[in-house]
Every structure is written in C-alpha cells, then in structure tokens.
C-alpha cells in the first residue's frame, strides 16, 4: 500500500513539474522580428503594409492583437500619416502537445514489494498566436463613418502603457 502512495505522488510531482517551468517563460516583448517572435512589417504600396505579430506560448492572444495594433500606429505616424484602416486581419493559434514521460523504479526501503519500472506520461498543449493585417494609411482627419478606421495617435496612447518593450543589452 506504501508503494501506491508513493507511485502516486511521484506521478502528481511528474505532471506538476511540466507547469512549474511554464511559469518560468515571459511573454514576448515588443520589438523587431527575432528568433520568429516580434513584429514584421512590409511595404506593399506606398501606403499599404502587411504587418504582423508572433508571440511565444507566454503571450496571450489579446497582447498579440495589442502589438498589432500598436505597430500598426507606429508605422502610421512614422511615416507622416494620421491614421490607419486594417483589412485581411487574422490571428491564428498553433497548438502543439508536450509529452513528458518520467521513468523509476526498483526495489524501495518503503516496501517489502519490489518492481520494475514505472513510466508516468503526461501532456500539455503549447499554444502560440500570430496575428497579421493589411494596414492601409491616410492623412486628415479620421472619418467617423469608417468604422474600422483607427486614429494611429490615441492607439499609441491608449496602448503603450500596455507595451513591454525588449530589454536592451
């Protein structure tokens, strides 16, 4: 009977440690491409870009939206412009499953029972978002009648206290 209540908490410890080092990562941080995480942008006209985000398995979906959109302002008011109007906007979730398999066994002070090996198995799904938008710029004043037009300075604004800029080394 000891042995069963060993087997179980080295069975609950092996599935816990999987969580425990998910709690270690951080989201990706606001900042150019790198190692496939960042944002990417790329002229298509000379107004029009297609602009992306792709975050680590840390970075929630609404983050990702948010440095979308926030790139999205930056490009508009680096260029000169007012603001902007997304098309083709999409976020996509890629899940994959982490399997984890812990091994022991062996003959244990605790039990007058020996036996073999063990294997305790678990798995945990990984999931990452990129989004990605056509971004179109205009100079004046944002029209009130567009509706899935964004004024670049207020989303700059109402967003960047939100914005976890890349360390600097």
């Known amino acids: 009977m000891a042995a069963c209540k060993t087997v179980k908490s080295v069975a609950a410890a092996a599935l816990a440690v999987p969580l ?18 960042g944002y990417g942008d790329q002229r298509i006209e000379s107004n ?51 399997q984890n398999v812990s091994a022991f066994g062996g003959y244990g002070w605790y039990s007058r029972y020996a036996f073999d090996s063990v294997a305790v198995g678990s798995s945990y799904p990984i999931t990452e978002y990129q989004a990605q938008a056509y971004v179109t710029l205009y100079k004046g004043k944002r029209p009130a009648e567009v509706t899935d037009a964004f004024d670049a300075r207020q989303v700059r604004d109402n967003l960047g206290p939100l914005v976890k800029y890349a360390e600097k080394r």
Request: one cysteine or more.
């Open 20 to 37: 425990l080092l998910a709690g270690c990562a951080t989201t990706t941080p606001y900042q150019p491409m790198k190692n496939g995480q």
């Open 48 to 98: 029009r870009y297609r602009v992306s985000f792709s975050g680590n398995s840390s970075t929630p979906r609404e983050t990702v939206e948010n440095y979308l959109l926030f790139r999205a302002a930056e490009l508009t008011l680096q260029n000169g412009y007012d603001y902007f109007v997304m098309s083709g906007t999409d976020t996509e979730a890629q899940t994959r499953y982490q």
